[in-house]
């Protein structure tokens, strides 16, 4: 039986965005607390509520209980203090302290003790009359607003407050089918709750004092579910006995099929930290265990500054202690919870390392920049589920079936060529050591599958970039790196410490660690190779927006570049401003270089560049027009045609270019009358205008960055476009 996720709406979560982010993280229905809502609120914040989401909005009466009613926030009580308590309607002053629920006059008896919330201030009434209830205080403290009051014996009241009646006719005349009925002292609460709505509801009755737990085998049979107020129920349950307590129920309850929910203190620390403590998770899975269908947040998402990452930590827990119950196996305990973001592509992240040691006689080969990147990629996952350098049959099953293995989608080949100098260099072994040329120590080795020689070549760059012409970049690659391939698993040294060479590049496993520590779930990648115009600016926060997501990862692309590209750095300091002046708030974003080269392989590359930020942990990956493209090789649609084609995991999230329209602004080009006066946005453009030292106005690029980028062209042109 799934078990459930109850979540209280308050003043933290009442908003489109949290909303949907609690919802998506696994919240099966929004509890609305009466005793904190106005009745001229409700009406409002249903229907609110109801444009948000399509999980069931279920109201919780106020109930059989004694509240204070102050005129001021709170008020502080010394030991033996004598208080009066009024009727809230009589209540005239600061010094008086009103009570809601009842008439005071019909309750309290002279010689009852109350206490005033959980663990707080004890009165002892020594005197009544008609207009008021005079009192001792027996255990000093502060004296809050609305909070319950318990007395120190059975009393009898109303099952409804006159708010909750009044909430019972809106709540019917907009059908309203879920209620959790509080302090429920016996079935014929439940029977006449029921009563006052001509279709049918579903009912949770709240367990929250003595009366209640005397009479609840009546209770679980008139009730759909039952929900355990821990809080409410240690007024009249002493504290060490509530395990038991909460034993008993869970247990009485199963006799009539009765599910049981959980409330309060679950995650408590939430409330104000974005962890709960060791306790508290450990008392989540505890009450799973013990038979609990459900738990209930309250204060917590309805107050707390962390409402939709308390609903991601309890949704993993639940989880966590579900699949273990399944799988015991001692090397899960360190894996992430697998529901906290998108899974690499193909289930795992490869990591290949290795301790191997290296003295002047092992046999090494140099390599070039591009073969010592994708050694990089591969060893730290950035590749996966890729962990070698393909074969001739692999190359070519890629390329016609766009899979690796049979299995899992791939669509660009990753090759190791060499020519038949190299070839003469490399021993009879299974085993080489590589070196980054001009470089004296080996940075990792190769377990050789074997070294074919690669046929077919013509055939292959058709299949690969569309086409023989030997003036595609690509193309011209493929010819000219060898006439022969090695196939095999690269493993990185751990030696070598040049693994990161851009303070900026984060290894899937850190990026992942970092998302996780962020408490993102969903994360937008971009690709990119320009600094940022208002063209990208708006595509970003357009995607942040309709997905709703946590963030973005902006991965600029720092490797080997061809001439007129912007450096890395230049690309990373103004991204870093638009961060800094708060460009994509109310959503994160983060930076990190993806230290690659470019491949010139169209729409092939398009799908790459989208698996490897998933691997990085992204689940929505921004396409644009002509992304990867290539001159004029490939049609500007031609990625996202492609990637139609296909099924993929990661979500693609595409886009046309960005124009802007004088009095309109900027928007999409599918939604713009092109005879209008229109001025596209592109990279292009800013480039040029650099170059030309021409002003760059600020519906093309934000001031910050364009003095930025005359900084560095200042200093040097080839400081700032690739030479």
């Known amino acids: 039986m799934h078990k459930k996720i109850i979540c209280t709406v308050g003043p933290s979560s009442l908003n489109e965005n949290t909303i949907k982010k609690m919802e998506d993280a696994g919240v099966d229905l929004f509890r609305i607390n009466l005793s904190h809502t106005e009745i001229d609120e409700f009406l409002t914040i249903v229907e609110n509520m109801k444009r948000w989401t399509n999980k069931p909005i279920c109201p919780d009466t106020e109930g059989a209980q004694l509240r204070t009613s102050l005129l001021i926030d709170q008020r502080l009580v010394k030991e033996y203090e004598i208080v009066e308590f009024v009727n809230k309607r009589n209540l005239s002053n600061n010094n008086k302290i009103g009570i809601t629920g009842n008439d005071i006059q019909n309750i309290f008896k002279n010689g009852d003790l109350i206490t005033i919330d959980f663990d707080g201030v004890v009165v002892q009434i020594i005197e009544k009359s008609y207009h008021k209830i005079i009192g001792r205080v027996l255990h000093p403290g502060k004296i809050g607003n609305n909070k319950g009051i318990n007395v120190d014996r059975l009393i009898n009241l109303d099952s409804f407050t006159t708010k909750d009646k009044k909430i019972f006719k809106i709540s019917h005349s907009i059908g309203i089918k879920h209620f959790f009925l509080s302090f429920c002292s016996e079935k014929s609460d439940v029977i006449s709750l029921r009563n006052k709505f001509s279709y049918a509801i579903e009912i949770i009755s709240k367990i929250e004092s003595k009366k209640g737990l005397l009479n609840l085998d009546g209770i679980c049979k008139e009730s759909n579910a039952i929900l355990i107020d821990r809080g409410d129920l240690s007024r009249d349950v002493p504290l060490e006995k509530i395990p038991m307590a909460q034993q008993h129920i869970i247990e009485n309850a199963k006799i009539t099929n009765t599910p049981v929910y959980v409330a309060t203190n679950l995650m408590e620390n939430m409330i104000l930290n974005s962890k709960p403590t060791r306790a508290e998770v450990n008392d989540i899975k505890s009450t799973l265990n013990s038979g609990a269908k459900g738990l209930v947040l309250a204060a917590e998402t309805a107050i707390g500054n962390y409402p939709v990452e308390c609903v991601r930590i309890l949704s993993r827990i639940m989880n966590e202690t579900e699949n273990y119950e399944k799988n015991k196996a001692l090397d899960k305990l360190f894996h992430l919870p697998s529901d906290r973001m998108i899974n690499p592509h193909g289930g795992v992240l490869v990591q290949q390392f290795s301790n191997q040691s290296f003295d002047n006689n092992s046999d090494a080969i140099f390599v070039d920049d591009e073969i010592y990147l994708d050694i990089h990629q591969i060893a730290n996952g950035t590749f996966s589920p890729i962990n070698s350098f393909m074969s001739y049959e692999e190359i070519n099953y890629v390329l016609n079936e766009n899979k690796i293995g049979n299995e899992y989608l791939w669509t660009l080949p990753i090759i ?53 012409d030997v003036n595609h970049p690509g193309v011209s690659k493929l010819y000219s790196n060898g006439d022969y391939i090695v196939s095999g698993r690269p493993f990185l040294l751990n030696s070598y410490l040049k693994i990161a060479e851009n303070v900026y590049e984060l290894t899937p ?42 963030g973005i990862f902006i991965s600029p692309v720092t490797g080997l570049k061809k001439s007129g590209d912007f450096f890395g750095e230049p690309i990373i300091q103004c991204y870093n401003l638009l961060i800094g002046e708060s460009a994509y708030k109310p959503y994160g974003a983060m930076i990190g270089s993806f230290n ?29 027009r002509d992304h990867t493209g290539v001159g004029n090789y490939y049609p500007s649609d031609a990625s996202m045609r492609f990637i139609d084609s296909l099924d993929m995991e990661i979500r693609i999230i595409s886009f046309d270019s960005v124009l802007f329209e004088e009095g309109v602004g900027l928007s999409e080009k599918k939604f713009i009358d092109m005879q209008k006066n229109i001025e596209e946005i592109s990279g292009s453009r800013i480039r040029e205008k650099i170059m030309n030292d021409e002003e760059i106005p600020e519906y093309l690029m934000r001031p910050g960055i364009v003095k930025i980028l005359k900084k560095w062209y200042k200093k040097s042109p080839n400081t700032l476009f690739h030479p």
């Open 509 to 550: 496993t850190q990026s992942r660690y970092i998302f996780d520590h962020k408490g993102w779930h969903n994360i937008i990648g971009f690709h990119t190779r320009n600094v940022p115009h208002l063209g990208h600016e708006y595509i970003q926060k357009k995607a942040l927006k309709d997905t709703n997501a946590d």
């Open 416 to 468: 190791f060529q060499i020519d038949s100098t190299i070839l003469k260099a490399i021993p009879n072994k299974d085993m080489i050591f590589l070196k980054k040329n001009g470089e004296q120590f080996p940075f990792a080795f190769i377990k050789i599958q074997k070294i074919e020689k690669l046929k077919n070549i013509k055939k292959i760059a058709k299949l690969w970039f569309g086409t023989e």
């Open 596 to 624: 690659t080269h470019s491949r010139y392989s169209g729409p092939r590359e398009a799908v790459f560049t989208a698996i490897c930020r998933q691997n990085f942990g992204c689940n929505y990956f921004i396409v644009g």
